[in-house]
């Protein structure tokens, strides 16, 4: 199983930025999914999460800023970055629970990472 996430880039404050992660490979099914943010010289921080039925939460940094959602049918999550802050500057990594084919069991996977910069 692979995610390959996209869609960051460099953007000024207030600005937006859609990132996207689509999960391929052989999967049954997915559960959670999720995005983490790191920013430098600081730890991996959890953003938001939607599960397979639609529900999400957020961090409280990025609520009512962030909006996750996610294709069932393309087996990709967006994360919808709205009034961008400085402060939002980081690797923004995708996360999945996934099940693959011939497995019963659900486990994690991650993204490689995609650049978010925000300046004044």
């Known amino acids: 199983v692979q995610l390959q996430a996209s869609g960051g880039g460099s953007v000024q404050t207030g600005g937006s930025l859609r990132l996207s992660c689509a999960a391929s490979?052989?999967?049954?099914?997915?559960?959670?999914m999720s995005w983490y943010r790191q920013a430098p010289g600081k730890q991996r921080e959890f953003v938001a999460r939607?599960?397979?039925?639609?529900?999400?939460n957020y961090a409280d940094s990025v609520k009512g800023r962030f909006t996750i959602s996610r294709d069932n049918a393309k087996n990709t999550e967006y994360l919808q970055m709205n009034s961008l802050k400085a402060e939002d500057t980081a690797v923004y990594y995708c996360?999945?629970?996934?099940?693959?084919?011939?497995?019963?069991?659900?486990?994690?996977?991650w993204g490689q990472g995609t650049l978010v910069t925000v300046s004044s």
């Open positions: 939607i599960t397979s039925g639609g529900s999400t």
């Open positions: 996360n999945a629970d996934v099940r693959t084919r011939g497995s019963r069991w659900f486990n994690d996977y």
């Open positions: 490979g052989s999967i049954f099914s997915i559960d959670a």
